[in-house]
């Protein structure tokens, strides 16, 4: 048998990490589930079953480490009725983070960390074992039906034959006898699994491991096939690796239906059993990227193709050519619109993948805090582009512990604040227009808002003069910033004052807000706003100083018009008037000029919103929307934090994505700055040509 090429095995061990991670989280949550519930047999048996799976495809891999470990808890977990069921739990929970942090040391090729955490657990759970009655418990193997000393059954292996009843194919247990002359127990294991699938459904199979095979020289497997017992022999006894077979029917289906005779019938002349179509294909996300950048190209292709049909009609408005060019690139647009929105739905994940790790999460800080807690979830089926999903189990994790730690009371506080003793922790997400919006709410004692407010006074964050005019939401801004904490405590999960400006950091890279809403004695609620996708968004286009910027659209409430004689200065603030409602102004170029005859010019403002904060932006001309193609901008070409990308229209010329948030916070920061010279926020030339050499575009102004 060859060894698998290079490619093959990484793709092999791709495949395992991503089957792993799935697999802890359901380890995670059916230990959580065993946890509060001891009686619930189901939950154990399962934990069985994947921990079974994570054996045997470890041990495929070749990461033996872990599926010595997998074995090891695996046999712990066999006797189900005489055992601690609480204390399986929590050695489910050691275990979890055990296979976690070898599946990292794995991935890294870093030294495998050790299991004595896991065996000392394990050494736990037998000593409760002991403890039971010996009258109470159920032996853990079982003699095969027809009582022959064939093989004897594991109760795993009995469970997985009762499952198969419920099946129309007759099921087999198999022992395989290896050949005297065969040294590659390895490359043996690996034929008679293959022949195994060929003839039917494999239910168990053993040992896992080569190195096992060599020492027993048995295998041990439990087949559902249609095929006959002398049909079996033929396929499954290979010269030179496999000397003897022994088949056992372990069930047999009644034929209750001529149908049913007659499909068995078929089923035994076919050697190859009819599989179920398989729905699921697993795509490498950098091809999905890859789909997604030749995507991009195509839509900037079609800019140029409406640019160069716009100038054909604008030349020769009779030609009847013209129409049929319009006609075309309508039905192009038609379909790349349509192909633009498959590609997308390719990279949409339901935000469950996201929330199934918090359980766990809030189990493990809750206990460190002291606090009784329940996680609600709610809006699991929203979607949200993979890359976000990923980036985003940081921050979420930094707000739950805050809330536990922070934010949520102890069960004695509860009570004598009339509240439920079991505080209420609750996730949600939904879509809002082109936005995912992530709630992370509790129903704790709130923000105290004089308390940051003291805090920020004696950081020198603010005078106290200037403290007791802010508004709640600016207090709210002083929680964000690094080193900032309220807590008179240390401890291990908060009171460092790390973590919210994490979450903003980490949210802003992602073009998205943070906000919040808290009730004193009532609770707090997180609410995070993240563009559906990254990589197309729809834009406002302007210009400032003859320079052409853009903004996404959802950030924009409304565009509208002023003159200079309506900007009034409030400290030291510019502000104008719309619809009784003052609006802060924020410069992005430099203050116009007086017109002849004496009257101000006028200017456009861009109302955008931004965390439940509204401001206007000052820009000399709108142009109009567009789909723009982000495209990444090196930053040694441009170091500028006031530009988050770029993008190249049909005519070739750039266009720099303004991040928002850094803008704004750069015009708090110039508050109080007398005149109009503006605060600097336009690029030098010099960084604007790096910018579009870097993406090689035809046009640069």
């Not at 009609?313 to 498959?342: C, G, H, K, M």
């Not at 005859?597 to 142009?623: A, H, M, N, P």
Request: hydrophobic share 40%; proline share 3%.
């Amino acid at each position: 048998m060859s060894p698998l090429s290079d490619d093959r095995a990484a793709e092999l061990r791709n495949l395992f990490f991503e089957s792993a991670e799935e697999l802890l989280l359901n380890l995670n949550e059916h230990a959580l589930k065993l946890e509060k519930s001891p009686e619930d047999t189901e939950s154990l048996r399962a934990m069985r079953r994947v921990v079974h799976t994570l054996k045997g495809d470890a041990a495929a891999c070749g990461y033996r480490e872990m599926s010595e470990s997998a074995h090891a808890f695996e046999d712990a977990l066999m006797a189900e009725d005489s055992i601690e069921r609480k204390v399986v739990a929590e050695g489910a929970f050691v275990a979890c983070d055990l296979f976690s942090a070898m599946l990292n040391a794995y991935r890294r090729r870093k030294r495998v960390p050790s299991a004595q955490a896991l065996h000392r657990q394990l050494a736990k759970l037998h000593a409760t074992t002991k403890k039971k009655p010996a009258g109470k418990s159920r032996t853990r193997t079982g003699k095969s039906p027809a009582g022959a000393n064939v093989v004897e059954w594991s109760e795993y292996e009995l469970r997985v034959v009762e499952q198969a009843r419920s099946g129309e194919q007759p099921v087999y247990g198999l022992r395989l006898n290896l050949d005297r002359g065969c040294a590659m127990a390895e490359a043996a294991l690996h034929m008679v699994n293959a022949a195994l699938a060929r003839c039917g459904t494999l239910l168990s199979f053993r040992p896992d491991s080569g190195r096992e095979l060599a020492e027993s020289r048995q295998i041990i497997a439990i087949l559902s096939s249609n095929q006959t017992p002398e049909r079996l022999r033929s396929q499954l006894l290979i010269p030179g690796v496999i000397a003897q077979l022994e088949a056992q029917i372990l069930y047999q289906p009644a034929p209750d239906s001529s149908a049913k005779t007659q499909a068995a019938d078929a089923g035994a002349a076919q050697p190859e059993t009819s599989v179920g179509v398989e729905h699921t294909l697993r795509v490498d996300a950098e091809r999905i990227d890859n789909v997604l950048n030749q995507l991009g190209e195509l839509i900037l292709g079609r800019s140029m193709l409406q640019q160069a049909v716009q100038e054909f009609a604008e030349r020769f408005p009779r030609d009847p050519i013209r129409s049929r060019l319009n006609d075309a690139l309508a039905f192009q647009t038609r379909v790349l619109n349509e192909l633009q929105r498959s590609v997308m739905m390719i990279r949409m994940v339901p935000v469950e993948q996201l929330f199934r790790r918090f359980p766990r999460l809030v189990r493990d800080a809750s206990r460190q805090c002291s606090r009784d807690v329940d996680l609600v979830l709610a809006g699991q089926d929203t979607d949200l582009d993979k890359s976000i999903l990923d980036a985003l189990a940081e921050p979420i994790s930094h707000l739950i512990r805050n809330a536990i730690s922070h934010g949520l009371e102890s069960t004695e506080e509860r009570r004598l604040a009339g509240k439920p003793e079991r505080g209420t922790l609750r996730l949600d997400a939904y879509h809002h227009g082109s936005q995912v919006v992530l709630e992370i709410s509790d129903d704790g004692r709130g923000i105290d808002v004089e308390k940051i407010r003291k805090k920020a006074v004696a950081r020198s964050l603010a005078t106290a003069e200037d403290a007791s005019r802010l508004s709640e939401d600016e207090i709210y801004k002083f929680i964000f910033l690094p080193g900032f904490t309220t807590a008179e405590v240390v401890t291990e999960i908060s009171g460092r004052g790390v973590g919210l400006d994490v979450v903003q950091n980490t949210i802003e890279r992602l073009k998205g807000t943070v906000s919040l809403e808290s009730t004193a004695g009532k609770g707090t609620t997180f609410r995070l706003r993240l563009p559906l996708t990254l990589a197309i968004i729809k834009a406002v286009l302007f210009r400032v100083e003859n320079r052409l910027y853009a903004v996404p659209l959802n950030t924009v409430g409304e565009m509208t018009r002023a003159s200079e004689s309506d900007v009034h200065r409030v400290e030291g603030k510019e502000v104008v008037q719309i619809r009784k409602e003052i609006l802060p102004l924020v410069r992005l170029g430099r203050p116009a000029r007086a017109e002849a005859g004496g009257d101000k010019s006028r200017f456009f403002i861009l109302v955008v919103r931004l965390g439940g904060e509204r401001q206007g932006l000052v820009v000399d001309e709108i142009t109009g929307q567009e789909e723009l193609v982000i495209k990444a901008v090196d930053n040694r070409l441009v170091t500028s934090d006031l530009i988050s990308g770029a993008s190249i229209l049909g005519n070739g010329q750039v266009v720099l994505v303004l991040n928002l948030l850094a803008v704004l916070e750069r015009a708090r920061q110039a508050k109080g700055r007398q005149g109009n010279a503006g605060w600097g926020l336009l690029l030098p030339t010099a960084e604007v040509r790096k910018a579009a050499a870097g993406l090689g575009a035809e046009k640069i102004q």
